[in-house]
């Protein structure tokens, strides 16, 4: 069957009846939310370990079972490695694992996938994994990639049921409270396991820093564990956080960055209490950058910032250009250090900021928000999840969520890599549709969403180089043959999630090349 | 056999290039997305070795990333340091037209012409004029490899306003303009211009060119760039000595290393003084040197309002980002606009009635002063654009 993209779809997968995507607002839910056993923990109980195994034993994991993770600690995660280890050694087989996103620190599973001992994954795969799934590793089922909200959804919904939750933890205290920016080897929020914590069979915190009672702020709650894991490692402290995000040097992507950010000025967005999204990428670094220098000259302050804390927007609340900076992922020291010590530097877990079955997200109060894209395409969909040799290569992170809710979503493109076009007749992966993207900014102009006028009006009244995809995607071309094409066969090695948990495309097994 | 030639680099946006010879064309390709791109990197080697005439010799690439113009340039400098008795494989001129006189040109953007990375794009960041380096940047071993690179690069991208820095006539000059004025840039920068002797016999190489490659004669203009003691005294002779050159321009870091001075405001003044008093009174323009310390953007602007003061009429730059400050700099301010305004109005009135003088609150407006106003304007009819 197709779906309102045209994306073939199949009807089920293995037990799974698909839904297929309608459009980014389409669906009602009708059902109500899983649940989990009840259980009582009486005074005086003791829920502290001394070894993953233990762990295993005790929560009943066995052949089979799903096990979820979160990607907190990124390339320096020494978690998932150690429990997937563990189980490898206990003989376990047939694991489901559920992880937020998994990393290249992350390549020995491999060999748990060639063994047997993992035989699914529903979660984002950057790096080897990811290379080695659409290559021809083979899992017994395809993977499925959903977004920040998409995830968090999917749980709350009862689509993924969790058997075990591990959750890693820079401190806990021995009742089970844990968070991520406290202890020997912070890593920043950890929240995106909150949902995890409330919704698993059986929840497990791990850390390293076992702290006594009460250890706060609660991102994850006593009311939720069942156990808690002390280990030698949680994380190597130089691979968490990339200590200062560097802003891009090259001249062709600040070009871009430069005009992202008079698009927001010219959009009339930026005012007081206008709210936005930065990110982490270097071109949008150097477009909050901007935008924040212009708030400065301008006295505008910005209600709140979001897209994950960095030293930039940390450095732009102190400076008094944003109020408050809500967030989900820390990804340098400076943003984990103020999450400890500004009152207006909040926590925030995805249910809050990107659920689309909940009664309201963070994101659909920003006005505008910087994205990027390995592909987009004349229709204005956004692919961020493969590459042109049509490689499952990169998670959603909160791509659909922010661009779903952003007043302006603005799409930041430099016209080429290396010898590849960015932009492309029909995007091989549909990650996010065009009728939530409204700006796409590249070294050689920008484009408007032909739905949005009001925005061209007032980005031509400006004097920016308003074009088409069509003559920017001409004139960049020119400088390159065009890249052959990968081509697919029947076999779905991933579903794509929309956020609401219908289908908006499949990522195909490559057989050959145009 | 003669020795495998090896040309190019293994950065971004480059490619390495190795030719050896061979019984028949062979082409072997590396390319870090090898299944996409093999079938367009081999129809570009393919395409350049058969416009050389080329169908013995083995071409090994290693792509990272280079767009055509660049895979080009390699292929054609390999095969032809393999095979010297090759020529050129661009036989006719591109059509690029030929650029105004008294075109604005607040910032020439300098780039070395013999690194991709820093040439992709160059045509995109708003400068006035851009300049591609065959000289200073480019080291002896290069020389060679890099004008064919910066011919295809003058084929393949549209600027407002290119030139291209040639080595002194003396040493590579000459290869330098036969190669790359088939690419047509709009003009040549000649480096350490002493005298109008130097700037004749360029501008008698080109001419000659022009009539072969087929260009308009007299279309192809001169920059002499003044950086010498010898230089600075000769400033007017160098202004005037042929109606190709538009513009003179100062490079103060080869002028104190000849005078062993120490590069401040004073010690810059009298060599400033006089070059820009030479263009004036030739009726040209006149560009200052650049400005080498990247972070210092106060210091750039502080320099750049020196020059302005001066009389200068742009300023080099040797990264995008010193663009934007020095376009604030030497564009008029909202005053000196309304001026310029009221001038031309006057003018146009005077005109209507036919009078030949043109006065404002009874003071007389004479020509220059008029032309100055008319520029003026333009300059500020650029910045209204926004820069993009």
């Known amino acids: 069957m197709k779906n309102v993209l045209g994306r073939e779809i199949p009807e089920r997968l293995g037990e799974r009846k698909l839904r297929v995507f309608e459009g980014a607002f389409a669906t009602t839910p009708a059902g109500r939310k899983a649940d989990r056993p009840q259980k009582v923990i009486k005074p005086g109980e003791n829920k502290v370990l001394s070894s993953i195994e233990q762990a295993i034993e005790k929560t009943g994991l066995s052949d089979g079972m799903t096990i979820s993770f979160h990607h907190s600690f990124r390339q320096g995660d020494r978690l998932v490695n150690q429990v997937m280890d563990a189980c490898a050694r206990m003989g376990m087989r047939d694991l489901r694992i559920f992880p937020t996103a998994l990393f290249p620190v992350h390549e020995p599973l491999i060999k748990h996938i060639e063994n047997g001992v993992i035989t699914r994954i529903e979660g984002s795969m950057n790096g080897p994994v990811g290379a080695f799934i659409s290559q021809g590793g083979k899992l017994r089922a395809p993977a499925v990639l959903r977004s920040h909200g998409g995830r968090w959804r999917a749980v709350e919904a009862g689509d993924v049921r969790i058997d075990v939750a591990f959750i890693g933890a820079s401190q806990a205290d021995p009742y089970g409270n844990a968070n991520g920016i406290h202890g020997k080897t912070p890593c920043g929020p950890i929240s995106f396991s909150a949902v995890d914590a409330m919704y698993a069979e059986r929840t497990v915190v791990v850390t390293n820093d076992l702290a006594p009672y009460p250890v706060y702020p609660f991102e994850i709650q006593q009311g939720w564990t069942d156990y808690v894991v002390v280990v030698d490692e949680i994380g190597d402290p130089d691979s968490i956080a990339s200590g200062t995000l560097k802003i891009t040097r090259s001249p062709t992507r600040l070009r871009i960055a430069r005009l992202a950010a008079d698009a927001v000025v010219a959009s009339g967005y930026l005012k007081d209490g206008f709210n936005f999204q930065g990110g982490a990428g270097g071109i949008s670094l150097a477009a909050t950058k901007f935008v924040g220098e212009e708030m400065a000259k301008d006295g505008v302050v910005a209600g709140f910032a979001m897209g994950g804390g960095t030293k930039l927007i940390v450095d732009m609340l102190h400076q008094g250009t944003i109020r408050t900076i809500l967030d989900g992922q820390a990804f340098d020291l400076a943003a984990v250090a103020s999450l400890r010590e500004d009152a207006n530097h909040v926590l925030m877990d995805p249910g809050q900021y990107a659920n689309y079955d909940s009664r309201g997200c963070s994101t659909y109060m920003l006005d505008a928000a910087f994205l990027g894209a390995t592909e987009v395409d004349f229709d204005f969909n956004v692919n961020v999840n493969t590459h042109s040799d049509g490689l499952l290569l990169h998670g959603i992170g909160g791509h659909q969520d922010v661009a779903s809710g952003s007043k302006m979503t603005v799409i930041t493109i430099p016209t080429l890599r290396g010898r590849l076009p960015v932009i492309v007749d029909r995007v091989t992966t549909v990650t996010t549709p065009g009728e939530v993207v409204d700006v796409i900014v590249t070294e050689r102009g920008l484009a408007v969403n032909p739905k949005r006028k009001d925005l061209a009006e007032r980005f031509q009244r400006a004097g920016l180089p308003v074009r088409t995809l069509e003559e920017i995607k001409q004139e960049a071309d020119g400088f390159t043959q065009p890249p052959r094409k990968p081509m697919f066969g029947d076999e779905v090695i991933a579903l794509v999630e929309w956020r609401d948990g219908t289908i908006i495309d499949t990522v195909r097994r490559v057989v050959g090349w145009e | ?388």
Request: proline residues 4%; contains cysteine.
């Open chain 2, 1 to 388: 056999m003669s020795e495998a030639q090896v040309v190019g680099s293994d950065a971004k946006s480059d490619c390495q290039v190795t030719v050896t010879t061979a019984p028949s064309l062979e082409i072997q390709i590396k390319a870090s997305n090898q299944q996409l791109l093999e079938p367009g990197i081999r129809a570009v080697v393919e395409k350049t070795a058969s416009a050389l005439g080329v169908s013995k010799a083995k071409v090994a690439i290693t792509d990272r990333g280079a767009l055509d113009y660049v895979i080009s340039g390699r292929v054609e400098a390999a095969l032809r340091l393999t095979f010297p008795e090759l020529t050129s494989a661009t036989s006719q001129s591109i059509p690029r037209e030929a650029s105004e006189r008294h075109r604005i040109r607040r910032s020439r953007l300098y780039a070395p012409g013999n690194n991709p990375r820093l040439l992709i794009g160059l045509e995109l960041h708003g400068a006035d004029c851009v300049v591609v380096d065959l000289e200073d940047s480019v080291p002896l071993s290069e020389k060679r490899a890099t004008r064919i690179l910066v011919k295809y690069i003058l084929t393949a991208v549209k600027f407002p306003e290119v030139w291209v820095r040639i080595n002194a006539l003396d040493t590579y000059g000459r290869d330098d303009l036969a190669e790359i004025l088939r690419g047509r840039p709009h003009g040549i920068c000649l480096p350490k211009a002493e005298s109008s002797a130097d700037v004749i016999s360029l501008s008698k190489e080109i001419e000659e060119l022009e009539s072969s490659y087929g260009i308009s004669s007299g279309t192809t203009y001169i920059m002499p760039i003044i950086e010498t003691a010898r230089g600075v005294l000769h400033s007017e002779e160098i202004a005037s000595a042929d109606q190709r050159v538009v513009i003179i321009a100062f490079g103060a870091e080869d002028f104190t290393r000849d005078m062993g001075a120490r590069r401040t405001e004073k010690s810059l003044l009298f060599a400033r003084s006089m070059i820009v008093t030479a263009a004036k009174a030739v009726g040209i323009q006149v560009s200052d040197t650049v400005y080498s310390n990247l972070d210092d953007e106060k210091g750039l602007i502080a320099e750049a309002k020196q020059a302005r003061n001066l009389g200068f009429d742009g300023k080099g730059v040797i990264n995008p980002r010193q663009i934007e400050p020095i376009h604030a700099v030497f564009s008029p301010t909202e005053q000196e606009t309304e001026e310029a305004r009221q001038i031309v109005a006057a003018a146009e009135e005077a005109e209507e009635h036919g009078l030949g003088a043109i006065a404002i609150e009874g003071k007389m407006i004479d020509k220059p002063v008029l032309a100055r106003a008319q520029q003026t304007l333009e300059l500020a009819a650029l910045v209204n654009k926004g820069g993009w």
